[in-house]
């Protein structure tokens, strides 16, 4: 099967970041930005970088981005060079273009544009950020609908030495544990104690709770939020 494409054009620290993460996840990636200082720099960590204006036509088909299967348009400080990009790669035919968007404002103009996805990483790091502060037993959520969650949760204390049916997470909260992570420590070939993460996918009503688990659930977004309020 070949390598997916990617392109980013617009290697700010989330551009670039991306652009890292997915070339180690094995994919070409094709990184794009007008400042050479930053080109150079990232050119060996993606399999290829070029510098190229953002808004200029050719510069870009020159540089391969018809061929990419999916561009992300980071530069969303620079909201007109943003849009102009958008224009540009939507124009090639490109099926999947994700824009980086720094207000409501510039998020609308570029779903009507034809961006594919807007993404707002500054907010949403904001977000999880008041979240853990607010919540620190929620350890990540992913958003599985608009009314169903799924989040890590550092287990209760009053969970602890509980078995999965006597925590009352699923009668009285609404929730429904589909794996238990436990960090389970164990001698190793030189001798010492290390820690291997033993996860208990689909664990039953009689499975303990122990402390330090993380339980994996699945739920409403309102009872998540009201489990979030009680503990």
């Known amino acids: 099967m070949a390598k997916k494409q990617f392109g980013v054009i617009g290697l700010g620290t989330f551009g670039s970041s991306?652009?890292?993460?997915?070339?180690?996840?094995?994919?070409?990636?094709?990184?794009?930005?007008?400042?050479?200082?930053?080109?150079?720099?990232?050119?060996?960590?993606?399999?290829?970088?070029?510098?190229?204006?953002?808004?200029?036509e050719k510069?870009?088909?020159n540089a391969g981005v018809k061929d990419c299967d999916t561009v992300i348009i980071s530069i969303g400080e620079?909201?007109?060079?943003?849009?102009?990009?958008?224009?540009?790669v939507k124009d090639f035919g490109v099926k999947n273009v994700v824009v980086k968007c720094v207000s409501q404002w510039?998020?609308?103009i570029a779903a009507k544009i034809g961006a594919d996805k807007v993404v707002y990483p500054?907010?949403?790091?904001?977000?999880?950020?008041?979240?853990?502060?607010?919540?620190?037993?929620i350890l990540e959520q992913i958003e599985f609908s608009k009314d169903y969650n799924l989040v890590e949760i550092l287990a209760p204390k009053d969970f602890c030495g509980?078995?999965?049916k006597e925590s009352?997470?699923?009668?009285?909260?609404?929730?429904?544990?589909?794996?238990?992570?436990?960090?389970t420590p164990f001698i190793n070939d030189e001798g010492k104690t290390d820690i291997v993460e033993e996860v208990n996918v689909a664990p039953g009503p009689e499975d303990d709770i122990l402390e330090h688990d993380i339980l994996?659930?699945?739920?409403?977004?309102?009872?998540?939020?009201?489990?979030?309020d009680n503990n």
């Open 59 to 61: 510069s870009l088909e």
């Open 122 to 137: 500054e907010l949403e790091m904001a977000e999880k950020l008041a979240d853990s502060m607010v919540s620190p037993n």
């Open 168 to 183: 009352g997470i699923r009668n009285k909260h609404g929730l429904n544990v589909i794996a238990i992570k436990r960090q």
């Open 18 to 56: 991306i652009a890292k993460e997915l070339f180690k996840k094995n994919a070409q990636v094709l990184a794009i930005d007008i400042d050479e200082t930053i080109v150079n720099k990232i050119s060996d960590s993606v399999t290829q970088a070029i510098v190229a204006d953002a808004t200029d």
């Open 78 to 88: 620079d909201i007109e060079t943003s849009i102009l990009a958008t224009l540009i």
């Open 106 to 108: 510039h998020s609308k």
């Open 216 to 228: 994996v659930v699945v739920g409403k977004q309102n009872d998540i939020e009201k489990f979030k």
């Open 162 to 164: 509980k078995t999965i």
